[in-house]
Nanobody, 125 residues
Framework: EVQLVESGGAAVQAGGSLRLSCAAS????????IGWFRQAPGKEREGVSY????????YYADSVKGRFTITSDNAKNTVYLQMNTRKPDDKDVYYC??????????????????RGQGTQVTVSS
């Protein structure tokens, strides 16, 4: 059974840093691309950042480029999202999702069918 479990969400002051973790199990980690998404109530989901454990490609949405860093620890089957926050843009529920055998050029466009429950990030001024 594919499982993705997020952790690390917290309340942080604008300008502060936060690291989210996505622990994966139930599948061959090296074959998958993991993405971080965020969504607020009533808003569209946004793909924030992605990393391929297979070919090492990464992708960042324009809204987070230069502020967020995605990394992968294949030995621990875990993907991290290091965030340098700003208010109010980054306050959302963040969740990770996985897709298998994603080509680098398709990373932000394919469906990610497996997802975790999410972790709340709150940014205060």
């Amino acid at each position: 059974e594919v499982q993705l479990v997020e952790s690390g969400g917290a309340a942080v002051q604008a300008g502060g840093s936060l690291r989210l973790s996505c622990a994966a199990s139930g599948f061959t980690f090296d074959d998958y691309t993991i993405g971080w998404f965020r969504q607020a109530p009533g808003k569209e989901r946004e793909g924030v950042s992605y990393i391929s454990s297979n070919h090492g490609s990464t992708y960042y949405a324009d809204s987070v480029k230069g502020r967020f860093t995605i990394t992968s620890d294949n030995a621990k089957n875990t993907v991290y999202l290091q965030m340098n926050t700003r208010k109010p843009d980054d306050k959302d529920v963040y969740y990770c999702a996985a897709a298998r055998a994603v080509l680098a050029r398709e990373i932000p466009r394919v469906e990610y069918p497996y997802r975790g429950q999410g972790t709340q990030v709150t940014v205060s001024s």
